[in-house]
């Protein structure tokens, strides 16, 4: 039992985001409204497993985890996930505006 590791143990705010502004990426899982999300029922689906959005902004959570809100185009939903939720599909280009 001594192995188990529960995202309490995890303080993810000693190092820098995993993604950053703007970035690519893909649920993990299949995401329920947990009663947060304004418009939709408690366990409504929010976001499928393989579904593409990009990171909006970082926030924290119990000053320990970074929460990504990633907007989904496909829905127009803004969601808030953790890092362990997400993958990344492609990083941000830092190519200069013309």
């Not at 188990?4 to 690519?24: C, H, M, Q, T």
């Not at 939709?40 to 959570?61: A, H, M, Q």
């Amino acid at each position: 039992m001594a192995n188990i590791v529960r995202d309490s143990d995890i303080v993810e705010l000693n190092g820098p985001p995993s993604f950053e502004y703007g970035a690519k990426v893909r649920s993990r899982f299949m995401v329920r409204n947990d009663g947060t999300f304004a418009g939709k029922e408690i366990g409504d689906v929010l976001v499928n497993k393989g579904e593409v959005g990009y990171v909006i902004s970082i926030g924290t959570f119990l000053q320990q985890f970074y929460i990504y809100s990633v907007e989904f185009l496909g829905t127009g939903y803004r969601v808030g996930m953790k890092r362990r939720e997400l993958e990344l599909v492609e990083r941000v280009s830092n190519g200069g505006a013309a």
